[in-house]
């Protein structure tokens, strides 16, 4: 995977086009055998520099940045199209440093090349005409590709930021629907097991198997729903759950009345209701000292009421994760629960039956 502080290497080679301003005076101009030879050798240096910046990062790039200009120098009095490494240079400063730097380290470039071309007495009028605007018009393309990196590394921080809250959320909803989804389960297969033991010491076998028949069941799917959590809670429809529900506080001993009609719900509400009341008919089974449980549900206009209402004594009222796992679930889908200790023990949640307005 490509760094997002080095360059593409895939169009490199591409690049190097720009060194037909090095090229041409070869075929027309005459030189030295030695002169052959100094530039074949410092285009071999350049071309090993030019790649070796290609393989560093923004901040180990001076020294191929500094072959480059050091070998354009060299070279100068020979071929004056060694302007063309200097152009190259001027891209690598662009895209290497900051604004600050840029332009002291580009001031510094187009000095150097005024005194070349005064030292040298270059005859060539173009070197300076057209060398200059090359130049910094080239170092423009590098502050250009540096700006595209800086873009990209905001965009991958976003979406790694955006996987991380993801991760957390997701991690927060599982551990909810366990709590939800075990706590009620292991309450249920608490009270079979000592039921079946009660009686077995009562010598009625046929009964206790029968209880632990249904103790296997409620395990089994315990074992499901833990695995669907994995991938989002799933259940058999408000119906199926509120009878089941009703049906093991009668296991626990209460007279379990259902009241009101239930309502047409999307997915989405319909699993936060089914885990709501799953978690409060748990603490019932778990805490409340009462015999009697009324579950009830009211529509008016746009809001659904939902009560569960037992006859347990409660003098005080302790919240636990559950309920503040349950409190933040209802809060997901705009809905609120209230908690009225008294004549036992009233839960309230009043949920809209239209989505929130963000």
Not at 141 to 170: F, N, W
Not at 337 to 350: E, K, N, W
């Amino acid at each position: 995977m490509q760094s997002f502080d080095k360059l593409e290497t895939k169009l490199s080679w591409v690049y190097l086009i720009n060194l037909v301003f090095f090229v041409i005076p070869l075929f027309t101009m005459r030189f030295e055998p030695w002169q052959y030879l100094a530039m074949a050798a410092a285009l071999l240096v350049f071309l090993y520099c030019f790649f070796w910046a290609y393989r560093c990062n923004r901040h180990g790039m001076h020294k191929p940045i500094a072959g480059i200009v050091a070998v354009a120098t060299l070279i100068t009095p020979v071929n004056y199209g060694a302007i063309a490494f200097f152009a190259y240079a001027g891209f690598f400063i662009g895209f290497a440093y900051r604004l600050q730097r840029y332009l002291l380290l580009m001031a510094l470039l187009i000095v150097l090349l005024v005194l070349l071309y005064i030292v040298l007495s270059i005859h060539w009028n173009l070197f300076l005409l057209m060398g200059v605007p090359v130049v910094v018009g080239v170092s423009l393309l590098g502050r250009v590709e540096q700006a595209k990196q800086r873009h990209r590394m905001a965009e991958q921080r976003s979406a790694d930021e955006i996987k991380q809250l993801a991760t957390m959320v997701e991690r927060e909803r599982i551990g909810r629907d366990l709590h939800d989804i075990l706590g009620h389960t292991l309450s249920s297969i608490i009270l079979k097991a000592d039921l079946a033991e009660k009686l077995l010491a009562h010598q009625q076998s046929e009964a206790a198997r029968q209880q632990l028949g249904e103790l296997s069941q409620i395990a089994r799917d315990a074992l499901s729903q833990v695995r669907q959590s994995v991938s989002g809670y799933k259940h058999q429809g408000l119906t199926a759950e509120v009878t089941k529900l009703l049906n093991r506080l009668r296991d626990a001993g209460f007279q379990a009345e259902l009241h009101g009609e239930l309502p047409n719900l999307d997915p989405r509400r319909e699993t936060a209701v089914v885990l709501a009341l799953t978690e409060l008919v748990t603490n019932i089974m778990r805490h409340s000292q009462g015999d009697s449980c009324q579950l009830r549900f009211v529509q008016q206009g746009k809001q659904l009421h939902i009560q569960l209402h037992d006859n347990g004594r409660c003098s005080e009222l302790k919240e636990g994760n559950g309920l503040t796992g349950l409190r933040e679930r209802l809060a997901a889908i705009g809905a609120s629960l209230a908690l009225v200790p008294g004549d036992g023990m009233t839960a309230s949640i009043q949920l809209p039956l239209q989505e929130p307005t963000a």
